[in-house]
């Protein structure tokens, strides 16, 4: 009988995991590599009654709503500061946007004390057995679980080691996103500033700085080494007006740069033997794939199969990803348009986006595939949820 599953990741996706093994009698233990919960980050956004549904089940929606950011006007200017465009709250954070740190903070308190944390160390082996999974860890420790789900993203090592390389699986989407903490006084009050030049963004929200910017080929780069991603970065920049100076000064001092492709993951089947995927590992987009929402359906399905299949989990990830694999690569399609609208490549492009964009029925139509596509998913025919759904309450 299936007791005792490693998850790799603990963002969105292996929290959220974390808590619906433990509802459902498992035993999850979570490592993650970073030293601690990551505080602070980008907002990320829930929208639809299955994303909230789905966290009122969870208990935590309440305590979201006490930390939402409210959401905040994405305004387009130019070089003067004068608005070319405007974008609701609601195009960005849906019904409820939080910061990734508060979110990740409130899924792992939920799970509690059901679930193993181990900050700070990473899997470096998995081999498959008939009784499990032998699980060597870069500490050098090593043991044994039942079952290993990668939920530790769009680069997730668990998908390297137990489906093969990145390049199988990850497709650059033509653009390079990045963001930085910038000092208080360049902050420009509620509304996010976006300021484009062809194939380049750069936005200030808050006391945070984002970029992006078209990049048809892959960049090659270490992705642990910040400083050669600054270089990139200043480079790209090089010799645009408004705000790009002051951003670029202030990214010689960050200390939590973070810089990536957009890319799309495309696996099938999530599952080999008894290794899963979950969330941005097996169906992430990087930005604007609704990959946060999608993180806590597919946790909450991953769990309510294995419960309902008696931990039978040859019965459970197939069941898993049909129920949940169509949802995913339906919300991961915004991913394919985010590049292009924050960073068209042409200047008539820029105008072309704005022009729409200004449109209150293109704005209307927007919002509604967006609402679709973070709802359109039959939960209660999954036979795990009805089974969790008879359980008492927490
Ligand atoms: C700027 C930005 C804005 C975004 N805005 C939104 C939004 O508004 N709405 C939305 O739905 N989505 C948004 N997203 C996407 C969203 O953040 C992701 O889809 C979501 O975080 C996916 O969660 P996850 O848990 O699957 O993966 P991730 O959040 O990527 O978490 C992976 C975790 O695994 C850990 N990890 C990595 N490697 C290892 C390893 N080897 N061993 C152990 N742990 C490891 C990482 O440290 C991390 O904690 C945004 C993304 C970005 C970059």
Request: charged share 25%; proline share 4%; hydrophobic share 40%.
């Amino acid at each position: 009988m299936t007791r005792t599953v490693l998850i790799s990741g603990a963002s969105i996706a292996g929290p959220a995991l974390a808590y619906w093994l433990g509802h459902h009698g498992f035993r999850p233990t979570v490592v993650e590599i970073a030293p601690a919960l990551r505080t602070g980050g980008n907002a990320v956004d829930y929208r639809g009654p299955v994303h909230l549904g789905l966290l009122e089940r969870m208990g935590v929606l309440d305590r979201l709503r006490e930390v939402q950011t409210g959401g905040t006007v994405m305004r387009f200017v130019d070089e003067h500061g004068r608005t070319l465009m405007e974008m609701p709250a609601g195009f960005a954070g849906g019904d409820l946007e939080v910061l990734r740190g508060d979110l990740s903070r409130i899924l792992c308190e939920a799970s509690g004390d059901r679930t193993e944390w181990i900050f700070g160390d990473t899997i470096t082996a998995l081999a498959e057995t008939a009784a499990g999974v032998d699980v060597t860890f870069r500490s050098g420790t090593r043991r044994t679980f039942d079952l290993v789900v990668g939920a530790d993203g769009v680069h997730s090592t668990v998908r390297r080691l137990a489906f093969g390389p990145e390049r199988d699986y990850v497709r650059h989407l033509g653009y390079y996103v990045a963001g930085w903490e910038l000092p208080d006084e360049l902050g420009p009050g509620r509304d996010t500033l976006h300021y484009n030049v062809p194939g380049r963004l750069a936005a200030i929200g808050g006391d945070k700085a984002f970029v992006a910017f078209s990049s048809p080929e892959e960049i090659v780069y270490d992705r642990r080494d910040q400083a050669a991603q600054k270089r990139i970065l200043r480079d790209r920049f090089a010799g645009l007006g408004w705000e790009v100076p002051r951003m670029l000064a202030a990214l010689d001092d960050a200390t939590d740069l973070y810089f990536d492709q957009i890319c799309r993951v495309d696996v099938r089947p999530w599952s080999r033997g008894r290794i899963a995927l979950v969330g941005d590992a097996a169906s992430g987009a990087t930005i604007g794939g609704m990959g946060n929402g999608t993180a806590v359906v597919a946790a909450y399905a991953l769990a309510g199969e294995l419960a309902a299949a008696g931990g039978d989990h040859t019965v459970a990830f197939p069941r898993y990803e049909a129920l949940v694999g169509d949802f995913a690569r339906r919300a991961q399609r915004g991913g394919e348009t985010t590049g292009r609208f924050l960073a068209p490549r042409t200047a008539r492009g820029i105008r072309m986006r704005n022009w729409l964009h200004n449109r209150s029925w293109f704005m209307g139509l927007t919002m509604k595939v967006a609402g679709d596509r973070s709802s359109k998913i039959d939960l209660p025919a999954c036979t795990g949820l009805s089974a969790a759904s008879r359980l008492p309450p927490r």
